[in-house]
């Protein structure tokens, strides 16, 4: 079946925000491929935007029922590529039991949730949480719905609830066969009370999941119908650039407006505490180019003096310090003065950007009485509350129309640019949408932490690990965002992958020290892990290497009693070939590790040419999410961890000169190209049980630790600084 187009009249990039309503309305109407089978898939919703929060037909705040029997279902949290847009629905349909080519998906109001005591729960879209920490309660959402339902058709035949079954939005009397539709019978369910909550389904008692099913986002994402963020448009808005100081922290000092007197189509010069803005009426590249000719002065302070070189001095220096104990196992010290021999090792990884594709944007209407906010959020609600401090309002008096994410990987939920764009509109009294150039996205990012990690370890004279020691030296996410956390406590991004390995030597000291830069550090996408896997990954093959152990064998060895571990790692290792001869120049490199409640195995095979160029040829992941929704788009998320890590490890850093962040653009910022990516094989293997693990990052953190460590299998040389650019690697 072809996918269904919304308005086949409407252009590629025509925009669909419409002006039903004070502030304009959102109008997103995405068509679907064919599902497996040849069933119509869902469909997300093309519902405008407007003052309304209910439909005609609601159940309740999450589920509608048309007489014609198509259901709307609401989806509380943020659609960036991971495909929980489609995965959580699944799982009300899997409750529900209604006929899934007959669901359509819109986005719950932020408004709402703060309307009606948080009746979706929190909205973020962060740490692979999305189906994970919703699963439960999503579940129940459809099983009442269900039940409801059920009794609604029970009381019009007058027979017990329990003669009666539901299947396919049909519910039927079993002993007489009779049945009445869901359409029929969705406005009496509307007024039923359970007496108790019904008992949702373990994933053994499924019967629609798990299920391989397209994402809801990805045929207009396609063909360009879809509209994100930055495609909001709002009668009457104007456009604004912007330029923060270059100096994290700095503030404006003074600017020189006399240059854009009598510019044409200049609302506005705009001074914040640590930026300046250009205002225009018709366009974003007027306000840009208008921008560009003001000479700012800007007050750095001691930041100014800052560079990469001596951060990472300071860092360095800083491994002596006293630390904060994060795990703390049998007899270190002890330990290290038996051991038949010891290894010592410092690993480094820089401050990265997040660089999504769309650039932070936001579009804002502010009223005496209301404010409207269009933007790409990880986190409505979220956005919604810092919108409401920013504006003076009451959270009930803002609207936050979400729309999908051009990319996000943690950075969109800080709220810079809602927050800039009102206090834009605050001076201009009109529509703003602001949108950040390249320039300013990637030099005022909230990085991923510098760090740096020294081990020790010992092993006995069968070459195996007895003792290590791990001291870590980063900057905090919590502080940088705001979230409180006891100082004599180690913060978990800070020590994620190295405290949650799963090997069994028997002595771990792992301590942390914080040490915070002018630079603002977030969330990441696999935060912490993502630096702390390829460290004690690339630390523990080159023990292997140095008591002759194959890396794969030892692990193996260090994993036993550990059967979920050891299954993922042995599908990986026959899955990947290893131990298959290579030719010269090539190699190939395993790890693992545990993020978010999932397991992820990977092999890759490298080559790397007497000139240095490194070649990632293969990666072979193998992934245990515990339990499963959607396959398809579990791949989907393996496949692109593989590119991100793949960016993180070759090419990505940040580098720091004068206090300011120098790379601005992907001609310094280099990404992992379409002619560099990998042949890339993806096995599930889910070992089932209580938990549920994340699909979106736990793939990051071990193809960077891989590649590494294929890279000395290649060439001897062992990469323990990143990136793997910077590091020479060609033959001797």
């Not at 820089?350 to 502010?366: G, Q, R």
């Not at 990136?723 to 033959?731: A, E, K, Q």
């Amino acid at each position: 079946m072809r996918a269904t187009r919304v308005a086949p009249d409407l252009s590629r990039r025509q925009v669909i925000f419409t002006a039903g309503s004070a502030a304009g309305g959102l109008l997103i109407g995405i068509g679907m491929a064919a599902a497996p089978g040849g069933a119509r898939a869902a469909t997300v919703s093309n519902k405008p935007w407007d003052d309304k929060d209910s439909a005609p037909h609601e159940l309740d705040a999450w589920i509608a029922i048309d007489p014609d029997d198509s259901v709307l279902i609401r989806y509380q949290r943020a659609e960036m590529g991971q495909g929980s847009m489609t995965a959580l629905p699944m799982l009300i349909t899997e409750e529900l039991q209604c006929d899934w080519s007959k669901v359509r998906i819109e986005y719950a109001s932020a408004t709402r949730n703060a309307r009606e005591n948080r009746v979706y729960g929190n909205m973020y879209s962060h740490g692979s949480m999305s189906v994970r920490e919703s699963q439960k309660m999503v579940q129940q959402v459809g099983a009442s719905a269900r039940e409801r339902l059920i009794a609604a058709a029970a009381a019009r035949w007058k027979v017990p609830a329990s003669d009666c079954m539901a299947a396919q939005s049909v519910v039927t009397h079993r002993p007489s066969g009779r049945t009445l539709r869901y359409g029929e019978l969705a406005a009496a369910a509307a007024k039923i009370k359970l007496a108790k909550e019904p008992t949702i389904k373990t994933p053994a008692q499924f019967s629609f999941l798990p299920r391989r099913m397209p994402r809801v986002d990805v045929a207009h994402k396609t063909d360009g119908a879809a509209k994100f963020g930055i495609d909001a448009q709002v009668p009457g808005m104007v456009f604004a650039a912007i330029a923060a100081c270059p100096v994290p922290g700095g503030k404006l000092k003074a600017v020189d407006e006399s240059v854009l007197s009598g510019a044409p189509g200049i609302v506005a010069i705009v001074k914040l505490d640590h930026a300046v803005a250009v205002v225009a009426t018709d366009s974003f590249w007027r306000a840009k180019r208008a921008l560009s000719r003001l000479q700012p002065q800007w007050d750095v302070g001691a930041a100014g003096l800052v560079n990469s070189a001596q951060l990472s001095k300071d860092f360095r220096a800083a491994l002596g310090a006293k630390m904060v104990v994060a795990r703390n196992d049998g007899d270190v010290a002890k330990a290290m003065s038996r051991g038949a021999r010891t290894f010592e090792a410092i690993y480094e990884t820089p401050y990265l950007s997040h660089s999504p594709m769309e650039p932070m944007n936001a579009t804002v209407n502010l009223q005496a009485d209301r404010l409207d906010v269009w933007v790409g959020s990880q986190d409505a609600e979220g956005a919604l509350h810092a919108a409401a401090t920013a504006s003076g309002l009451e959270p009930e008096q803002v609207h936050v129309h979400n729309a999908f994410l051009g990319g996000g990987f943690g950075r969109r939920d800080g709220n810079d640019e809602i927050v800039q764009a009102i206090a834009i509109a605050k001076v201009v009294k009109r529509p703003v949408k602001l949108i950040w150039t390249r320039e300013e996205d990637m030099r005022h990012d909230r990085f991923r932490p510098h760090a740096v990690v020294a081990f020790k370890a010992a092993t006995g004279s069968d070459g195996l690990p007895t003792a290590w020691s791990m001291r870590i030296v980063t900057s905090s996410i919590f502080q940088s965002v705001g979230i409180p956390f006891p100082p004599d406590k180690a913060e978990p991004p800070a020590v994620d992958g190295l405290v949650s390995n799963g090997y069994a030597v028997p002595n771990q000291r792992i301590e942390l020290l914080l040490k915070n830069t002018h630079l603002p550090v977030w969330f990441y996408r696999a935060p912490g892990a993502n630096q702390h896997v390829f460290a004690i990954e690339g630390f523990l093959d080159e023990i292997a290497a140095a008591n002759r152990l194959d890396p794969y064998r030892l692990r193996r060895k260090l994993l036993a009693g550990k059967p979920d571990w050891i299954k993922v790692l042995d599908i990986a290792a026959q899955k990947g070939d290893w131990g298959k001869p290579l030719p010269r120049g090539s190699g190939r490199g395993i790890a693992i590790c545990n993020f978010t409640d999932s397991l992820c195995a990977q092999v890759a095979e490298v080559t790397v040419k007497p000139s240095g160029e490194v070649k990632v040829d293969r990666v072979t992941v193998v992934l245990d999410t515990r339990n499963m929704v959607n396959p398809q788009t579990i791949v989907e998320q393996a496949e692109s961890s593989v590119i991100f890590g793949l960016t993180a490890a070759l090419y990505g850093k940040i580098t720091i000169k004068d206090g300011a962040a120098v790379q601005g653009n992907f001609d310094t910022y280099r990404m992992v190209r379409l002619a560099e990516a990998p042949k890339i094989d993806v096995h599930l293997a889910p070992s089932g049980g209580e938990v549920w693990g994340g699909a979106g990052e736990p793939a990051v953190p071990p193809v960077i630790a891989a590649v590494a460590n294929a890279i000395f299998a290649a060439t001897g040389k062992r990469i323990r600084t990143l990136p793997i650019v910077d590091n020479d690697l060609r033959s001797a």
